[in-house]
């Protein structure tokens, strides 16, 4: 095998190893795995062993293994190279691999056909069905792939041989760690993932192809080996560590601080009254209240801050309702059609003057199935700001039946501006999309409207007109002029808070806003995309400089506008598995990666640069409030690859406390 030129990734920078210059460092020798493992993230196959087992497997996100050689024979040398050689039990190949440390111990175990074992290691457990990994996260994440301490380095594997062996750099550090005790082996993952193919505009999908490898269980000379390349340790080279480092830590973490006192709301809860000191509803029977989950809530008891807005469920015909209260509570009553078994949407009564509240959301005129169709009515209270704080009951009426609520106002008010940002991602909105905003607003949310679709294209009016200029104008970083007059007069009253000007809140600008920068927009996808997994290679050099550009002009409008208060998004919404979706088109998504819900490193990576091109677009700004934005849904995959990139990010349930 030639490794005499083989591009090596170490962490998040480029290094570019050969043959003479390493090797002449110390002497390269064979050193055979001392045990291997295989386990699946999957979720009906997390606590499989496959320690007997005679393969390896790589897919993706979903399956890895875990590797070792022996460090003691090593002790006091110091890795200048090193690389795993693995042989083919497959036809798929690999592209690039992660090799990090794990800084747990962990068990080969003799489990197989994922296998529950007693003796060995799992994704889910260190050992057997009881003792889950270190870390946060509860599983082998928590001690890989920079978590607990970890260190990792991604690489190109050679193409294969003849024999079908294929080798993959490993960074010296990663390496070192295992020969001074800072490590307990090597877990191996395939960073490529999902692949895909293209002839023309036609596009074919992989998806999580299965790589198989031969164990060392299957017989010496196809089984994995290393190639460490050593040297005695040197008085420059760095001491080995004292000891492992710890498996998780938040020492050093920064406490919140939050625009409230809540020393006042502390004061204001423990002197309030709680739902057992307060009387019963007049009935209990079909006017009792619910929770959105149609849970009763005891004794009819609501509670809320001054500014707040709360609601409930009431099975009763919105109709018949009359609901009796102070001038400082604002009622609304909406009538809840059910879609597929889901309140959606909530429709408010007495109607609006256009609508029409005896059709079913199908469009279904007939009155029996809209009856059918709805479910119980919905009742919101509103706190004016100067309502006083204490207890008053709210009286709910039908044509035969009575309830009492009762309401505790608490003695503070929330502020008009939001403390924290919850955001209603929308793909779409009605034309009267304004309406749509200022509801929002009302309910202390943020309506964020992305205005771009799967093609990269974007709304004709969420852009500025883009006017070509003479070419003895053109500045040296863009070849047309922006005008941005219809843009400011549609978007303008949702940035300087002149939309809301009336409504609950007040003139509060709107919170977060999508900016129309994408993938294919100002830039042209195809016209700059030269393929490949990896980022670094897609683009030439006018794509980002164009890129760029753009970002630099919107960033330079919002600050002459003086619109400070809105977090400008830059968001990458399409996935390159749309393609597949539509037809198998190559021209139906302009994203070659899974910009949105990332899976695999490729994505990650690619996610990392458009961040990084983004910042260096308004490099040394202090204004306007900028965020690159993105929404992950495995976290537990990101290793540090969009720190100090990515400053708002929309996380699942999977990541770690």
Same mark, same amino acid.
């Given at each position: ?11 998040l920078?480029?290094?570019v190893i ?8 110390g002497?390269?020798?064979r050193?055979?795995a ?8 999957y979720? #009906?196959?997390?606590?499989g062993n ?8 790589l ?7 875990l590797i ?22 497959g036809d798929e ?11 747990a ?5 003799s ?6 074992t007693?003796?060995? #290691? ?10 889950r ?7 082998l994440?928590?001690?890989i792939?920079?978590s607990g ?9 050679s ?7 294929q ?22 993952i ?16 992989k ?12 017989s ?8 460490l390349t ?6 420059? @080279? ?9 498996? #998780? ?17 502390a004061?204001?809860?423990? @002197? ?10 007049a ?5 009792a ?16 801050a001054r ?10 015909d ?5 609901i ?7 009622t609304?009553?909406y ?5 597929g ?26 009155d ?13 209270l509103?706190?004016t700001k100067g309502a ?25 008010a929330?502020?008009d501006r939001? #403390? ?11 034309d ?16 964020n ?10 709304d004709q ?21 922006w ?8 978007f ?6 002149s939309a ?14 999508y ?5 294919n927009w ?26 760029r550009?753009?970002v ?9 506008r003086?619109?400070?208060e ?15 979706n539509? @037809?198998?088109?190559?021209?139906a998504?302009?994203?070659?990666w899974?910009?949105?819900?990332p899976?695999?490193?490729q994505?990650f990576?690619a996610?990392?640069r ?7 677009g ?22 540090e ?15 770690p406390?």
């Amino acid at each position: 095998m030639n490794l005499s030129v083989v591009r090596i990734v170490v962490m998040l920078g480029l290094v570019v190893i050969g043959q003479s210059g390493v090797f002449a460092q110390g002497q390269s020798r064979r050193v055979e795995a001392s045990r291997d493992l295989w386990v699946s993230a999957y979720r #009906s196959e997390q606590g499989g062993n496959n320690g007997g087992a005679a393969k390896l497997k790589l897919k993706g996100f979903q399956e890895f293994f875990l590797i070792d050689f022996d460090p003691q024979p090593f002790a006091g040398q110091y890795c200048v190279a090193a690389s795993l050689h693995l042989m083919a039990a497959g036809d798929e190949r690999l592209g690039r691999v992660t090799i990090s440390t794990i800084t747990a111990p962990w068990f080969e175990g003799s489990g197989s056909g994922y296998q529950v074992t007693s003796d060995g #290691s799992s994704f889910l457990f260190q050992k057997g069905t009881q003792d889950r990994w270190p870390g946060d996260s509860g599983d082998l994440t928590g001690v890989i792939l920079g978590s607990g301490g970890s260190r990792w380095g991604f690489a190109d594997a050679s193409p294969p041989d003849a024999a079908m062996w294929q080798a993959i750099p490993i960074d010296p550090a990663v390496v070192q760690a295992r020969i001074d005790g800072e490590s307990e082996g090597f877990f191996v993952i395939d960073d490529v993932g999902s692949e895909y193919s293209r002839d023309g505009n036609r596009f074919d999908y992989k998806l999580l192809p299965n790589r198989f490898f031969h164990s060392r269980e299957s017989s010496r000379s196809r089984a994995p080996y290393f190639t460490l390349t050593l040297r005695p340790r040197g008085p420059g @080279d760095p001491p080995p560590p004292a000891a492992l480092p710890p498996a #998780s830590g938040k020492d050093g973490e920064k406490p919140l601080t939050m625009p409230i006192d809540f020393a006042t709301i502390a004061r204001a809860l423990r @002197d309030a009254p709680t739902p057992k000191d307060l009387p019963p509803s007049a009935t209990q029977g079909p006017l009792a209240i619910q929770n959105i989950d149609g849970v009763a809530i005891p004794n009819n008891a609501l509670f809320a801050a001054r500014g707040e807005t709360i609601g409930f469920l009431i099975d009763a015909d919105p109709a018949t309702l009359r609901i009796e209260a102070d001038d400082s509570i604002l009622t609304s009553v909406y009538r809840t059609p059910l879609v597929g078994g889901q309140v959606d949407p909530l429709v408010p009564h007495p109607p609006e003057p256009d609508s029409s509240p005896d059709r079913s959301p199908s469009g279904d005129g007939d009155d029996a199935k809209t009856a059918a169709s709805q479910g119980p009515a919905y009742v919101e209270l509103h706190v004016t700001k100067g309502a006083k704080p204490g207890p008053r009951s709210l009286t709910i009426r039908t044509a035969q039946e009575t309830a009492v609520v009762t309401l505790q106002v608490w003695n503070f008010a929330l502020p008009d501006r939001l #403390s924290f940002i919850p955001q209603m991602n929308a793909y779409g909105v009605p034309d009267d999309e304004l309406d749509y905003f200022r509801l929002a607003h009302d309910h202390r949310v943020t309506l964020n409207h992305l205005r771009y679709g799967w093609t990269g294209r974007v709304d004709q009016d969420a852009v500025p007109v883009i006017a070509p200029v003479a070419k003895d104008e053109r500045s040296t970083t863009g070849g047309s002029g922006w005008d941005w007059t219809k843009w400011d007069a549609k978007f303008g009253p949702l940035l300087d808070g002149s939309a809301f000007r009336d409504s609950r809140r007040g003139p509060v600008p709107v919170e977060a806003f999508y900016l129309p920068l994408n993938e294919n927009w100002p830039m042209d996808h195809e016209s700059h995309f030269k393929g490949g997994y990896w980022v670094e290679d897609a683009y030439d050099e006018a794509y980002w400089q164009e890129f760029r550009d753009a970002v630099d002009r919107f960033a330079d409008h919002f600050e002459a506008r003086g619109w400070d208060e809105t977090v400008f998004e830059f968001y990458l919404n399409n996935k390159v598995y749309f393609k597949a979706n539509r @037809d198998n088109r190559w021209d139906a998504c302009s994203a070659p990666w899974v910009f949105d819900e990332p899976a695999n490193t490729q994505d990650f990576w690619a996610l990392r640069r458009f961040g990084r091109e983004f910042w260096n677009g308004v490099q040394g700004r202090t204004s306007p409030r900028l965020a690159f934005r993105t929404d992950i849904s495995r976290p537990q995959w990101q290793r540090e690859l969009l720190d100090d990139v990515s400053n708002v990010q929309i996380v699942s349930g999977a990541l770690p406390d």
